[in-house]
């Protein structure tokens, strides 16, 4: 049985974090105070769970953190009211809507309505035009940035390698395959998705295999090819009578039979995640200093 490298998002997250510490140090000497904003529309227990612990990563760093907690039944317009006073609030250098909205929300306006100076999850188009041109005053999104992070600190080649995303995302799947492909990368790219035909067959190619589906455990051992290394975007609750929560975490991955397989793999908890939040704190960061 091999023995994987596991690829620990939680220490790589807190040395991120640490180097976010001492810029935020130099920024507030000079007066600035770097501002996030995190709204949240609704009661999705997940989304809750997320958007504590940005808020509490900000206030940990010395960030002023404004979360912003509005009722399912917001209107779009109300909602975006919201968005446009915090572009317009100075002590606000990026603004987070989670995601997913409730279904009554138009998420690409929204979108659309954030200052793209303080669009630090990268999703306004002209920060998605960036990130093609790649141009890097643009925002990179978080769960992406940190995937590529992990690889990039773990001593993993990317020049040339064959990698698969699983997953079309525009919070994942899409903008990782565009940063994988890039200069800085030079990885062969595959996207594929729920529709592709043979998915474990393309899985089966890849030197790097990314699951960022949200669907627990999808990706078996007969789709990773001997030696791969094996990144697991997915985040699911699977219901576990024995938890006292009476839920468990599970990616994408199925853990126990693929791990044995691979030359590296992330955990999940503790992989990808912690490494969100980290990128997000460095993305209000890059705000604050553009801003200026
Ligand atoms: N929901 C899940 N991941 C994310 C993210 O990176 N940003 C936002 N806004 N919502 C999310």
New binding site residues.
């Given amino acids: 049985m091999n023995s994987p490298k596991i690829l620990d998002g939680k220490s790589v997250a807190a040395t991120v974090l640490d180097e976010c510490r001492a810029e935020t140090a130099a920024l507030l000497a000079k007066g600035i105070q770097p501002g996030l904003a995190v709204v949240l529309i609704g009661e999705d227990p997940a989304?809750k769970v997320?958007v504590g612990s940005k808020a509490r990563t900000c206030a940990e760093l010395g960030f002023h953190s404004l979360k912003i907690e509005l009722p399912a039944t917001t209107t779009q317009a109300e909602l975006l009211n919201v968005v446009r006073a915090l572009n317009a609030d100075p002590a606000i250098h990026g603004i987070?809507?989670?995601?997913?909205p409730p279904a009554h929300i138009d998420e690409e306006a929204v979108i659309r309505a954030i200052d793209p100076r303080k669009d630090v999850?990268g999703?306004h188009p002209e920060n998605v035009a960036k990130l093609v041109l790649e141009d890097p005053s643009g925002f990179v999104?978080?769960?992406p940035a940190g995937c590529m992070k992990l690889l990039e600190v773990s001593g993993i080649i990317t020049n040339g390698a064959e990698a698969v995303v699983v997953g079309r995302s525009m919070?994942v799947g899409k903008p990782l395959a565009l940063l994988l492909v890039a200069k800085k990368s030079n990885a062969t790219v595959t996207i594929a998705h729920s529709r592709s035909k043979d998915l474990p067959a393309i899985c089966r190619r890849a030197d790097i295999l990314i699951a960022a589906v949200g669907r627990p455990e999808m990706v078996r051992a007969a789709w990773v090819k001997p030696g791969a290394v094996v990144i697991d975007v997915g985040i699911n609750r699977v219901e576990d009578p024995s938890k006292k929560s009476g839920y468990r975490l599970t990616g994408d991955v199925a853990y126990q039979e693929v791990a044995p397989l691979c030359s590296a793999i992330t955990p999940v908890p503790g992989g990808v995640g912690p490494m969100?939040i980290a990128m997000?704190m460095k993305n209000t960061l890059q705000a604050a200093r553009q801003i200026q």
């Fill in positions: 989304s997320y987070l809507v989670q995601s997913p999850d999703f999104p978080c769960t919070i969100t997000l």
